[in-house]
């Protein structure tokens, strides 16, 4: 696979969605077949974020922590509703199969509510021209550490080899998430814009003619990210000042769109980023 500008590739599951090219797995006798369908969900003002770091395995400590975390109901998201990327190597543990041994992008769309998290999984590997949504959805349940699985039975019945193969390597997605989302309530580092490349900049040229809002670039997080140092800084007036974080925040234009200025850190930031106090 060339190399995966992961701006360009959420723009095209964007437009995926927005334009009816979406696939979904449709069980057709003893096979699969994927068909093209249109969504009804707008991902265009969804927050996205691309996590980076160790993203292969979930580390069994840090994922009993998310879980008990979630039984406590403290597990929360950056907002109510957005997404997370993942880029996986084409010998990632999670494809059994060995006749998918290609690079795969995962794109979870999470919504959070009083009783739990919803998501819905996107998939994209390279072979395909255009992303497909996953044939599970899930559900996270506060006060339990419970991933449960459903199935649109109008999809079809599908073969069990499929089911088993699907379902072990979204599950090791999931946990893999919950281990990020756990590890942002403690790591110190600051989000920054993901580049796009000539595919999100087309993109957001026609959008912008059809009077469409552009797509805002993902955050990226780097979990290995050395911390920023602590100490503070004197100013004019020979006094420290006090090491903290400017909140991220959206910037609003007169045309309509609208730009993300992430978290800044102030004279060396001060404990995690504030990527929880986001949530509205």
Request: with cysteine; charged share 25%.
């Amino acid at each position: 696979m060339p190399v995966i500008n992961p701006q360009d590739q959420f723009t095209l599951l964007v437009e995926d969605c927005r334009l009816g090219w979406l696939r979904r797995p449709i069980a057709h006798k003893d096979r699969v077949r994927f068909e093209a369908f249109k969504p009804n969900v707008d991902l265009s003002d969804v927050p996205v974020f691309w996590v980076q770091g160790e993203n292969i395995r979930p580390d069994l400590e840090t994922l009993v922590k998310a879980m008990e975390r979630l039984e406590q109901r403290t597990l929360h998201l950056p907002y109510p509703r957005c997404a997370f990327f993942t880029l996986l190597p084409a010998d990632h543990p999670g494809i059994i199969d060995a006749k998918f041994r290609y690079a795969h992008l995962y794109v979870i769309l999470i919504d959070e509510d009083d009783e739990g998290l919803s998501l819905t999984p996107f998939m994209k590997h390279e072979t395909m021209d255009h992303w497909a949504r996953q044939v599970f959805e899930l559900f996270i349940p506060f006060g339990s550490n419970d991933i449960i699985t459903s199935i649109d039975p109008s999809w079809g019945l599908y073969p069990d080899d499929f089911l088993m193969a699907v379902h072990t390597s979204l599950v090791s997605r999931i946990e893999l998430l919950l281990c990020d989302l756990h590890k942002l309530t403690s790591v110190t580092g600051q989000a920054k814009p993901a580049i796009s490349g000539k595919v999100a900049d087309r993109v957001n040229q026609r959008r912008d003619k059809l009077g469409l809002p552009g797509i805002a670039p993902m955050r990226i997080i780097d979990l290995n990210a050395p911390p920023p140092e602590e100490r503070g800084k004197s100013g004019p007036t020979g006094v420290t000042r006090k090491p903290h974080w400017r909140r991220g925040t959206w910037r609003h234009y007169k045309s309509g769109k609208a730009s993300w200025v992430g978290p800044v850190a102030i004279h060396g930031g001060g404990g995690p980023p504030p990527w929880y106090e986001l949530r509205q």
